[in-house]
Every structure is written in C-alpha cells, then in structure tokens.
C-alpha cells in the first residue's frame, strides 16, 4: 500500500483522503511514524505504529487526555458564541468527564460509572439485543421482498445500537428518533472542519438532549427505578476504596452537569461506532465471502468475525493527547503543549504486529489485540455492550440470511471525518433462510 501514497499530497480534513487513509497511514508507518500533520491553528502529530500507540496510551503522566474537543485550538468567537447559546437556552456546563480528564479526576468518575454500568447491566441486556436483532432481520427481509434491495445502515446497523442504548437509558420508542438526532449532533463537530454555525446548530440540540435527560434523572430522585439512570444517581464510591495507586479518592456522589456528560458518552460509544463496525461487518463479509459462508456454518465464528471487523474498520480511528513533558516518541522529540493523536486505526493495520494487515482474518492468532476500544484507563468502557452487540447481530444475520451480496450502486462512501469513520449507506440484496 505504501507505493501508492505520498505524504506531501496528505491532508487530514481532506475528503478524498478520509475515504481511504491507510496507505498514507502505512506510508507513515514506514517513513514519519510521528507525522506532522499541518492543521487551522498548529500541527498534529499522527503516531501510528503500535508499540508507540501503546506506550503513550499507558503513559497518563506525560500524555494527558485534556484535549479540547475539536482537536485544534478553540476558536474565540465560537468560545463567546458558544457560551451566548448555552446562557441563552438553558443549557448545562459541559463537563469534561472519562474521556477528556486524567487521573485523579478520571478515577472517580470511572469507578461511580462502573458502579452504575456493570457487567451484569450488560449481560441482562442480552436477550434484550437478540429480540431487536431478530425483528431487524425481519425488517432486511421485508424490505428485500419490497424494494429489490436493502439499504443496511438504516434497515439495520442504525436502529440495532441505538434501540439498545435507548433501551439501557430506559429512553420510550416514541422518543427514538429524538435520541438518534441528540446522538448525530454529539458527534458533529469530532475531526471535521464544519462552520461555527454548524456546530452552534449541533449545540442546540444537545441542549435539549441535556434538558431531556435532566429532567428524567430529577423524576427518578422522587421514583427510583431499575436502570442506568437510576444507578448513576445511587452510586457511591466505598470509604476504603482507593486508586490505582493506593491514592484516596474523591467520594462525592456525580453532580447534574457530570451525570449529563456520562450520558452523552454513553449515547456517542454505545451509538456511533456500533453503527460503523455493523456496517463494515457487512461489507467485509460480502467482499470475503468464504468467510460467510463459514459464519452460515458455524455461528459460534461470530465473536471472531466481530473482533475481526473492529481491527480492519476501527470506527474510532485515533484519540487526542496533549503533551504534558518532554518526551521522545519514535525518534521524534515533543515539548509539552504539543498536541498528538494516538492513531489506533493505523495501529490496527501495523504489519509487525498483524501480519498481511489489510486482509480480514478471523483466525488470527492475536485476534483480540488491536486497540478498537483503546487501551488503558482510557479503555471504552462500553466495549463489551458493543461485542455483545457485534456478535448477536453476526449471529442472527447469518441465522435469518441464506445469501446476500453487495449491490453494483455502492459508492462505498464514507462520512467526511478523520476521527470517526463509517460508511454513509451500503446497499445489500439478500436471501432469507
């Protein structure tokens, strides 16, 4: 792949570029592992090979997750415009919690949300996905004896995570698509270089995401009841608990603005990136067919097909870091204030870590080692909502599915971001069971 790309054609918000990165991601690997990418406002720098990935993930002392948003310097006006709209409608401060914070900070959060969002919330949640997954494969189905075809991002790879989450928050169907919209403006502003007033309208609605769940966590105040919300209000850390490090932490329950930006997180990682990887699932399995074919024969191959299609597809294609103290990275010396992208989509594909890096392999030996959901403290803490998500959906699919292929009309487009990459439709036509 590196014979056909050249760094000096390389633009991060580059349209033409975000649709195929990884030639300029391998070429980076191979000749500028630290690439400094010239962005509005100063320089990134892409790390991409998956030692340095690693070693910088782990390392919270001197790369700190205090990282504006947008990943470039904060625009002045939008700042005073964004403030304007927030006085002006309602809504709450926005909070920097698990994503954006370092320990200690990070520590209190991570455990008061583990606290409400356990391994057996998930694991209940089970029959739950496997219900919607069966009716989506009913609605690809119907839609295939109606139209010929199937578009899958909205037949299938949209509704599947967001009903899930929603379901979770204890969210009415009616309100459904309020939900998804809420989930679109969230992540509007994350690698693109939209206008201010593209983002001010995005803010909007996360105003009224912000009201919405203001509102039902004050009515489970008076009328607890068993879900995320309700668990999020109750949880408490333990007056013996302490950090990963023996130091003590900071016990005081979440307040309204910190609740709220847990939320937002939740929607964004148990939405989003779901919806990508389903998606390229589809699209891996169509252009491998064998591997179908073997997933038709053997559905228990699930869990590794998902796994697999996180490591090619990685939805989350890199995280920001900012420099906290002098540091060496590949030969490549930063200064604190430098800012950096951990690249785990090209760290997914280094091929001294995954051998033939670009073809999808469900057999590998170290299937589970790519950085899909990062690594660390920072590690998603709704990877396993998403992998149980991943393989009920390749399970039921390949269950409900005799055959299906991908339609000529793909354009095989994807959405215009360098953080976050999904296809925008694929069309599929299929065969029932």
Known sequence: MTDTADLSEFGLFDPAIQQCPHAYYAKMQQDAPVYPAE?????????????????????????????????????????ARMKELYEAEGGYDKIGTMLTVDPPDHTRFRRLVTKAFTPKVIADLEPTIREITRGLVADVIAAMEK??????????????????????????????????????????GIGTNITIEERLEAEREVIQFQKYFAEQLELRRENPQGDILTNLLNARIDADEVGDDGEEIDDRPLTMPEMLSIIQQLLVAGNETTTKALTEMMRLLGENPTEWDRLREDPSRAKAVFEETLRLSTPTQGMFRVVKADADVAGT???????????????????????????????R?????????????????????????GKVAAEELARGLASFRLCDSNEYRYHPSFMLRGLVSLDVEVTPA
């Open 147 to 188: 139209d010929g075809k199937v578009e899958f991002v909205e037949t299938f790879a949209v509704p599947l995570p967001v009903t899930v989450i929603a379901k979770a928050l204890n969210v009415p169907d009616d309100r459904l698509a309020d939900f998804k919209r809420w989930s679109d403006a969230s992540i509007a």
């Open 365 to 389: 030996d170290n299937l589970t080692s790519h950085l899909a959901f990062g690594k660390g403290v920072h590690f998603c803490l709704g990877a396993a909502l998403s992998r149980l998500e």
């Open 333 to 363: 010396s930063l200064c604190p204030g430098d800012r950096a992208v951990v690249m785990y989509a090209a760290a997914n594909r280094d091929p001294n870590v995954f051998p033939d890096p670009d073809t999808f392999s469900p057999d």
């Open 39 to 79: 962005i509005p406002g100063g320089t990134l720098h892409l790390v991409t090979r998956y030692d340095d990935v690693t070693e910088i993930v782990r390392d919270v002392a001197t790369f700190s997750n205090r990282f504006d948003t947008a990943g470039a310097n904060f625009h002045p006006e939008l700042a």
